[in-house]
């Protein structure tokens, strides 16, 4: 898609009124080089903004992420708007898409205004002329995520060993925010709410890849691909978000490695499946705040593997089923954590090749578990152990929220 056009001429009135003292700011902490190609790419040059988004793609990854300087984060929003805004000019809106997302992925704070007005302007471009395409091709058959004739024994034949042979969470409907402050958040214990998403658009729209397709499948997101994140041969990819559905359409007749979307804050991301979705009112009955607003999207047999998060969580089944299985947060020592400190919350112990010789602590280790249904809600109280795997295509969504008064 290539039409040079004046008008395709993007404004970017954040980046140009904090430009000089950006540019100031790096120069202050060595970025020379970077202020050089900044200055040539903001008269149009491709070469020195896809020169000057290397540069600061490179101070990124120099080490830990939060050891990164702030300003190199803005920075390389800067570097992305300057290359999208050439492609733009170039009618190469794909290509800007892509750089924008990646400004809003990677880079910092301070022109996220800029990334997002300019992806409202190229997206639509971008969608219209996907449209135009698909017009002229044959209509695909069943466009579905889940389809609706699974067979349950088969799901139910991958579960961990004695898997649902245990204590089964409790599932509740019409449970007020008092009852769930009183008798499940002030207790820290699990509980089902299967009736508090039925109001979601996400509830009739996400089973649709036609759907996802229109409203993001030019969106660039990162996904993991691997068993998951334990083991050495998982990755992460940057692709686009029909490049990801094509993946989770092809899983059951692939032997390639599981493609899972994971705790990534898409909604941050794109609006339209935001306004898909409403934060649930049991998030605020501690009277908190919202921490992270995540999506995990993926096909059947993508795992979690046992660990435990700090915060309160209510897990939003949209599409599909998984499996969760639970251990009180008091069970630490007998479920194995890692020592490294990067993994301390997550267990050694693998629940689909359990080996209790190894890990003899976990023998008649109580625990609870459930299958969470399409339009369920799970609240996963803050330390609680949880081990999940998607027993089909599956669209989640994740609230965590902090007490009134923590950090």
Not at 188 to 193: E, F, N, T
Request: aromatic share 10%.
């Amino acid at each position: 898609m290539s039409t040079a056009n004046s008008d395709n001429h993007l404004q970017t009135p954040i980046l140009d009124s904090e430009s000089a003292q950006l540019l100031q700011d790096v120069s202050q902490h060595g970025g020379y080089a970077y202020v050089s190609m900044a200055a040539r790419a903001a008269a149009g040059d491709l070469r020195a903004a896809e020169a000057a988004r290397e540069m600061a793609w490179e101070q990124l990854h120099s080490g830990p992420w939060h050891s990164v300087l702030p300003v190199w984060r803005d920075a390389y929003s800067m570097a992305c708007l300057h290359v999208a805004k050439v492609h733009a000019i170039a009618g190469e809106f794909s290509d800007a898409l892509r750089a924008l997302d990646m400004g809003l992925i990677m880079g910092g704070p301070l022109l996220k205004p800029d990334l997002y007005s300019l992806i409202a302007i190229v997206s639509a471009k971008v969608r219209a002329a996907r449209v135009s395409e698909k017009q002229q091709q044959c209509p695909k058959s069943d466009r579905r995520l889940v389809p609706d004739d699974l067979d349950s024994t088969e799901l139910l034949g991958v579960l961990p060993t004695k898997s649902l042979s245990c204590k089964m969470v409790l599932k509740r409907s019409g449970l007020s925010l008092e009852g769930f402050l009183r008798e499940y958040l002030l207790p820290g214990y699990p509980v089902i709410i299967s009736d508090g998403m039925g109001h979601w658009p996400a509830r009739t729209k996400w089973n649709d890849m036609d759907y996802l397709t229109r409203v993001a499948g030019d969106r660039t997101v990162p996904v993991e691909v691997g068993k998951n994140y334990l083991y050495p041969e998982w990755k992460q990819e940057l692709i686009t978000f029909s490049q990801f559905l094509e993946r989770i359409k092809a899983n059951g007749s692939s032997s390639a490695a599981p493609t899972y979307l994971a705790q990534h804050p898409l909604f941050d991301q794109i609006n339209e499946l935001r306004d898909d979705i409403c934060i649930p009112d049991y998030c605020f009955a501690g009277g908190g705040d919202l921490r992270s607003l995540n999506a995990w999207f993926g096909p059947a047999g993508t795992v979690t593997p046992l660990h435990h998060d700090p915060h309160h969580n209510v897990l939003a089944q949209v599409v599909g089923k998984k499996y969760i299985r639970l251990y009180l947060a008091s069970l630490s020592e007998e479920l194995y954590p890692y020592t490294e400190t990067m993994l301390c919350n997550s267990s050694q112990v693998d629940l689909d090749n359990l080996d209790e010789k190894e890990f003899p602590k976990m023998r008649d280790l109580e625990f609870l578990d459930c299958i969470l249904e399409e339009g369920d809600m799970l609240y996963i109280p803050p330390k609680w152990w949880h081990y999940v795997r998607s027993l089909t295509t599956s669209l989640s969504v994740s609230f965590w929220w902090s007490e009134y008064g923590s950090s």
